[in-house]
């Protein structure tokens, strides 16, 4: 080195030596590297600017040591020129922030490379925005430039100004997320690819002014959103959701999460498709653009991807219309939208069509058979577990939710229709009322005999409740069998092999049954056979005797000439056929299809279930090997002797279901039907012991313990039990032959769970009915929307009751004697009748002289009296909501303050009063009010012999609309009726347009000539979800008003009356050409509401 | 000016059961009728509709009248001269059926008025048989009329003419009645009802209910088999969406229907599922019962 540098070097260290020894290293370090490449006064020029970077403030010599550390790398790159700018970007920087500066040139060398010198300043510019002269600010552009060489390592400059500027505007709400954001948003971003990033964050951008909250879920979850949506379209879907962010804000990220996610449910092939469908909407409203996309998976559950198009089209129609109508067509809020799906559709749903078949099943069968979804059935937890197929457990039916095999609606509910009368047949033909000791009609019975010869069963060491086996010795006898079922199955070593012939047999004689029953149905009875024909395994792949029980199967499906068997083995296979074809009559019982299983299973017996290549001569049974002569029932089966090759037996498995017998427990059914009977008898179900049933699902192949729990046996038998109980006490109200809850139009009556919340009375179910709300922004309902519970009030005390009527005695007086009046038959004369009872004097006179004056004389001088009679129903509907829990002096009060408000003595002296009053009588409320309007009503409508229901309602949310019923439109008057007033109560909201249709179905099923629905309320409908929002009320009363209108088109005269006092201004709305009345002074609501009911009914 | 009619015409007393109408009896009624009449005991019949009431009172008009012999007219349906059955008055009743419309009233003839009886009073006078179909429609006042004539004095007392009419020999009065409306107004009252002895009809059994359809609606016993399958099944949906059980005419009505050609399933929908409810899911529902019975 010259001396000439030596001197320079050493000039600069000693100015450089005060900020800090280390920047002096990082000098020397650098010149070292670089000083070959420059001449000196350029040397001087660079160490002077990192000089003046020192100088410029209290640690921007940090920022120097970073300017010379880098320069090395820098100034290749760059050449002189280019570092020259590059130099002024820092220091200008660093007039700003040292810090940034340092950043800046700390984060030079590996940044540079990525983007072009030529756009430095950009990159800077970047950093500079984020930087607001804060100190946040300030560390965020710090982070900027310090994460630059990863960002710029994956993203583009363009990306990185969009990401920037989304950083930028997450700033104004918070650095923290701002900050959180750009450190992950590479990573974040990595996944996507090319032109979806920009995409991406350009929504990230509109997310930013709006949704801000969600934007860290945004970036953290979005990549792997769209990552389930098809790759070409994922540009296309952030343009959509950026759009809805544009146009509606807020919720913009949970529908671009939930539209993904639906997205993810279907085809990738058909996203285009969806995409360019919900594009043609987003013009208009990109709501319904994103809620199309999220229905999109439910409704391909029901229609082909051919035919969204015309589902859509639907829509967009009604989306021209009105935006509400449009958006709630496609959430499938609307009728309209659901109707149009189901018309579209070719499958059919269960719950569509379950009323249909539950009133076919109670007509083919006359008992009272409720008709559920079989997943119903899998939850019960008392043995079944097949979610999809036919069923019953004696006492209702069960059916897969839908059934879409055919793309023809009708073939599908032929299927269902198939699959109905089959388990109809179980309970028609008398499946579950076998008999051990009954004797069958076609078969000699040998049970009995087999039973006795059976070989006395192992006695199972009884388990103690750890699972322990107890020491021998101590076996206690098992005990007897439960059920007549369980009785015969015990005669059998194999019972699932006995279990499986049985379900053959019986199942067969059903068929038979049916198919002379029911003529009209043997073609779609024979289709279904010849399709599960169709899909039967092949035989001669089975063990042996598994082989046998498929041909069985086969011939029972009428697939005689599909049976496949070895021929050496013939003589066995066409005494099974025979057995089987015997049984095949009209009119076997249950208890033939016992013998004959008894007489299968001896046959099966004697067939090892050995490899089926052990045996060569496989071969269909021709027609000639079944045309035996027929054999008789005493000699079938007994013959079993076969030659079977010696091999080591395979262990025997269950032929494979056929789909429409569904799933067959004859066992558990009887179980069933036994615990029902005892409970309908001894008034509870306190059925068996638990050794009995542990020992039933010990021997039951019925119930296979692992299907229902991972657990041992004793606590599944416990948690069996426990199901079982559950299962006795919730049907306790649905005995068969006993009346069920009348399906109203579109109210259908659902079984619920019990409440059994009261220890003393028997639980009393509630009944489910569900009803469609009024959706006046979309003009369309809202399909089965609401869900009522109804109950009866509880009971409390008649007191009550008797203390109202001696209370208000005159006035009960007065109110009975009015009535009274109403009450004789009432004539009208009727004159001028062509006949009548007898001819009218002045009539008659005017006759007989028109007669002479030659007038052709009015025929008409008959008189007849025609009897008005009274045929009036009346259901009055009480609010019971939370607010008629108000004192009335409150209530009054509430209108009263203003009087006050200017004197505070006045009010003060008046509230003393009222004070003082309440201390000596408890305040009374509105609801005590109502209350004692209807004792007196009662007297009233006693007294006149109107036909009469009181209800309640109230609830919370349109899924649980509670329905009181105080007393029922065809309960009489009794003293239960008089203890469930005592007990009215406030409860909650206010959901009046549910609780109007619901008393609505109820006065439609009562047959009166007059039908008045009564309701009485304290202010205006109001519930959560009644509305858009908390504060909006127009829903409310349109749907209220709807509920009125519907009443009044179905011939019911409703009227309201409310004790609101500002209750004008809604009811109008609400009731428009409807009768209502406003009773400003509460206290005279009793004698108010008799009047105002005497003058509507006459 | 007379015109010649060409529908024959009966005054009431002259309507007289002259063929054997066809009755396929259920149980013990006929011995329980004679035994009534001969002790002029009143005769409730209670039963749903068009379960065979009415065709089991002509029968006994008809069996009544000829204890002994049963002629049979000639092929031309002309009257073999002899009188034949008991002459028979129905009446069907309705809510606006006043006493007068039973006892009888002034009819303007030229000047003056003319008494006209009603068909009560006929039946009283010349010992027929007084159906009155379905009694409970009535007006209470009208029923109330009926008290005297089931005491055992029979007298049938006419306000407006000042008169009392004595039962004959032979008169017996025959009211309906259909339990199956339970509404409390459509109730007959104990006092009307503790003056007759009750005969209760049902729907026939199977078999027998077939056998009835194929003879009535002249189709084979097998077609009346399947349509008093139908029947049955349709019954047992009563109280669930059903007010009341198909009757035994409709059924008839189906099978006529068949008879005239017209394919099974199209008959039933007319004669049994749209006559019997106007509900969509019960007709649903029926037809689907419809349709597993016949092709
Ligand atoms: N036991 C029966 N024997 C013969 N025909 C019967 C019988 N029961 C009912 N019918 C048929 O049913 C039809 C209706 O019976 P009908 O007597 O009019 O009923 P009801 O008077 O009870 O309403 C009759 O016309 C007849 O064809
Ligand atoms: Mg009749």
Request: net charge negative.
């Amino acid at each position: 080195m010259s001396r000439q540098r030596k001197r320079i070097y050493s000039s600069y260290e000693k100015k450089l030596t005060p900020f800090s020894t280390s920047l002096v290293a990082e000098f020397r370090r650098a010149a070292d590297e670089i000083g070959d490449l420059m001449s000196d006064d350029e040397l001087r020029a660079w160490a002077d600017q990192g000089l003046d970077l020192a100088r410029q403030s209290w640690r921007s010599w940090e920022a120097a040591g970073e300017y010379y550390r880098v320069t090395p790398q820098v100034l290749p790159l760059l050449g002189s020129v280019g570092f020259q700018r590059w130099a002024k970007h820092g220091l200008d920087l660093a007039e700003l922030s040292s810090a940034l500066a340092a950043s800046f040139f700390r984060a030079s060398p590996v940044t540079l490379p990525a983007i072009t010198p030529a756009r430095i300043g950009d990159w800077v510019g970047l950093g500079r925005l984020l930087y607001k002269g804060t100190w946040r600010s300030a560390s965020l552009a710090v982070q900027f430039f310090d994460g630059s060489p990863a960002l710029f390592a994956k993203l583009s400059a363009e990306e990185a100004r969009i990401l920037v500027r989304f950083v930028d505007a997450l700033c104004d709400r918070s650095y923290d997320l701002a900050s959180h954001c750009l450190t992950i948003a590479a990573q974040a971003l990595e996944p996507l690819e090319g032109d979806d990033r920009s995409a991406f964050l350009t929504f990230a951008e509109s997310l930013a002014s709006t949704g801000w909250a969600d934007a860290r879920s945004y970036l953290e979850k979005g990549p792997a959103l769209l990552a389930s949506i098809q790759a070409m379209q994922r540009g296309r879907f952030l343009n959509l959701a950026r759009e809805l962010a544009r146009r509606e804000g807020r919720q913009a990220f949970a529908f671009f999460a939930e539209a993904s996610r639906a997205l993810a449910q279907v085809d990738q092939e058909s996203h285009g498709l969806l995409l360019s469908l919900a594009e043609e909407l987003v013009e208009r409203s990109p709501l319904a653009a994103m809620e199309f996309l999220k229905t999109a998976p439910m409704a391909l559950e029901r229609i082909p991807i051919e035919t969204i198009a015309e589902w859509h089209a639907e829509g967009s129609a009604l989306l021209d219309q009105s935006s509400d109508g449009g958006e709630a067509y496609f959430r499938m809020e609307s009728s309209r939208g659901e109707d149009m799906l189901e018309a579209l559709s070719s499958r059919v749903e269960l719950s569509r069509i379950s009323d249909i078949l539950r009133m076919y099943s109670k007509a083919l069968t006359g008992f009272e058979v409720a008709v559920h979804s079989s997943e119903a059935l899998a939850e019960k937890g008392i043995g079944w577990v097949e979610g999809d197929a036919p069923s019953t457990e004696g006492s209702a039916i069960f059916l897969p939710p839908h059934v879409e095999e055919f793309q023809d609606k009708d073939q599908n509910f032929g299927v269902y229709k198939v699959y109905c009368t089959h388990q109809a047949g179980h309970l028609e033909f008398g499946t579950f009322e076998f008999e051990f000791e009954r004797d069958g009609a076609i078969f000699p019975t040998e049970r009995i005999k087999a039973e006795a010869e059976r070989p006395p069963p192992e006695p199972a060491p009884p388990i103690d409740t750890d699972g322990h086996v107890d020491a021998p010795g101590e076996v206690t006898p098992p005990p007897g069998p439960l059920t007549d079922m369980e009785r015969f199955f015990d005669i059998f070593a194999d019972r699932k092999l006995a279990s499986d012939l049985f379900a053959i047999v019986e199942d067969a004689r059903i068929d038979v049954l049916i198919s002379r029953e029911y003529g009209g149905i043997r073609r779609q009875y024979g289709d279904r056979q010849s399709r599960e024909l169709d899909r039967r395994p092949e035989a001669s792949q089975l063990p042996v005797r598994q082989a046998f029980v498929e041909n069985l199967v086969r011939a029972s499906l009428g697939g005689r000439d599909r049976i496949v068997w070895p021929g050496q083995l013939m003589p066995v296979m066409i005494e099974a056929i025979g057995v089987l074809e015997t049984l095949q009559q009209p009119q076997a019982l249950v208890e033939d299809s016992a013998e004959a299983t008894l007489r299968l299973y001896r046959l099966a017996e004697g067939i090892a279930n050995v490899m089926p290549e052990m045996l060569e001569d496989w071969a269909e049974m021709s027609e000639g090997d079944l045309n035996v002569s027929p054999m008789s029932a005493e000699s079938l089966g007994n013959d079993a002797q076969v030659d079977m090759p010696q091999g080591e037996p395979m262990p025997y498995e269950s032929p494979q279901p056929v789909d429409f017998r569904g799933e067959f427990k004859p066992e558990t059914v009887q179980m069933l039907m036994k615990l029902r009977q005892e409970r309908d008898e001894k008034g509870q179900a306190s059925p068996i012991s638990p050794e009995q049933l542990k020992q039933m699902l010990e021997k039951s192949v019925e119930i296979t313990i692992a299907d229902m729990a991972q657990a041992d046996l004793t606590q599944s038998s416990e948690l069996f039990l426990t199901n079982l109980i559950k299962e006795l006490n919730q049907k306790q109200d649905q005995r068969p032959g006993k009346e069920q809850p009348m399906p109203t139009e579109d109210g259908q009556p659902v079984t619920g769970m019990s409440t059994g919340d009261d220890e003393h009375e028997l639980p009393v179910e509630p009944k489910y009915f569900f009803y469609d709300e009024w959706d006046f922004r979309a003009g369309d309902y809202r399909p089965r929307w609401c869900r009522i519970v109804e109950s009866p009030v509880a009971e409390g005390q008649t007191s009550y009751y008797e203390q109202t009527l001696a209370k208000y005695s005159s006035l009960v007086a007065q109110t009975q004697r009015q009535f009274e009046l109403l009450r004789p038959e009432m004539y009208r004369k009727t004159k001028r009748l062509l006949d009548g009872e007898d001819l009218d004097f002045d009539a008659v006179t005017e006759f007989a002289i028109e007669r002479r004056a030659r007038v052709t004389p009015n025929p008409k001088i008959y008189w007849r009296r025609n009897k008005i009679e009274r045929d009036v129903s009346v259901a009055f509907l009480l609010d019971m909501s939370a607010s008629t829990d108000e004192e009335i002096a409150k209530h009054e009060r509430r209108y009263q303050k203003d009087d006050f408000d200017d004197d505070p003595r006045r009010y003060f002296s008046w509230w003393m009063a009222r004070r003082a009053q309440e201390l000596l009588t408890p305040p009374k409320r509105i609801i005590d009010v109502e209350k004692e309007s209807i004792v007196l009503l009662i007297t009233a409508l006693e007294a006149i012999g109107d036909d009469y229901g009181i209800y309640g309602f109230s609830g919370y949310g349109r899924d649980n609309v509670e329905f009181y019923v105080v007393k029922d439109l065809d309960e009489a008057l009794s003293d239960r009726v008089k203890k469930r007033i005592d007990k009215i109560a406030p409860v909650r909201s206010t959901r009046m347009g549910p609780a109007i249709r619901h008393a609505t179905a109820k006065l439609e099923a009562h047959d009166s000539k007059v039908r008045i629905l009564f309701l009485v309320s304290d202010g205006r409908p109001q519930d959560h979800g009644y509305g858009r929002d908390r504060t909006e009320k127009e829903y409310a009363i349109h749907d209220t008003h709807m509920a009125l209108m519907e009443a009044k088109r179905k011939g019911m005269v409703p009227f309201c009356l409310t004790v609101d006092r500002y209750g004008h201004d809604y009811l109008k709305q609400m009731c428009q050409d409807i009768g209502y009345e406003v009773v400003p002074d509460i206290e005279s609501l009793p004698s108010r509401i008799t009047t105002l009911y005497r003058q509507l009914t006459t | 000016m007379t015109t010649e009619s060409t529908h024959r015409q009966y005054a009431i007393e002259e309507y007289l059961v002259t063929s054997e109408p066809y009755y396929e009896p259920l149980n013990d009624e006929v011995a329980l009728f004679e035994a009534a009449y001969a002790e002029k005991i009143p005769v409730l019949l209670k039963g749903p509709t068009g379960c065979g009431k009415t065709r089991f009172v002509e029968y006994m008009a008809y069996k009544l009248g000829r204890p002994v012999t049963v002629m049979r007219n000639s092929a031309d349906g002309s009257k073999n001269g002899e009188e034949s059955g008991m002459p028979l008055i129905t009446v069907a009743c309705h809510e606006d059926l006043t006493a007068s419309d039973l006892v009888g009233r002034y009819l303007l003839e030229g000047d003056s008025t003319r008494w006209m009886d009603g068909p009560l009073t006929r039946a009283a006078k010349v010992g027929a048989i007084c159906y009155l179909d379905e009694i409970v429609e009535a007006r209470k006042d009208t029923t109330v009329l009926i008290h005297p004539l089931t005491d055992h004095r029979r007298l049938l007392p006419i306000e407006k003419l000042g008169q009392i009419v004595e039962a004959r020999d032979g008169f017996i009065l025959v009211i309906s009645y259909n339990p199956g409306y339970q509404s409390a107004l459509k109730d007959l009252k104990h006092s009307t009802r503790q003056r007759f002895m009750a005969i209760e009809f049902g729907y026939p059994p199977r078999e027998l209910e077939a056998k009835i359809i194929a003879k009535e609606a002249n189709i084979s016993e097998a077609i009346g088999l399947e349509l008093a399958k139908l029947g049955e099944k349709v019954r047992h949906l009563k109280e669930h969406g059903l007010a009341e059980g198909v009757s035994t005419r409709l059924l008839i009505y189906a099978g006529k229907l068949m008879h005239e050609g017209i394919s099974p399933r199209r008959a039933c929908q007319v004669a049994v599922t749209w006559a019997l409810t106007d509900d969509a899911d019960v007709q649903r529902s029926i037809e689907e019962v419809v349709s597993s019975i016949f092709e």
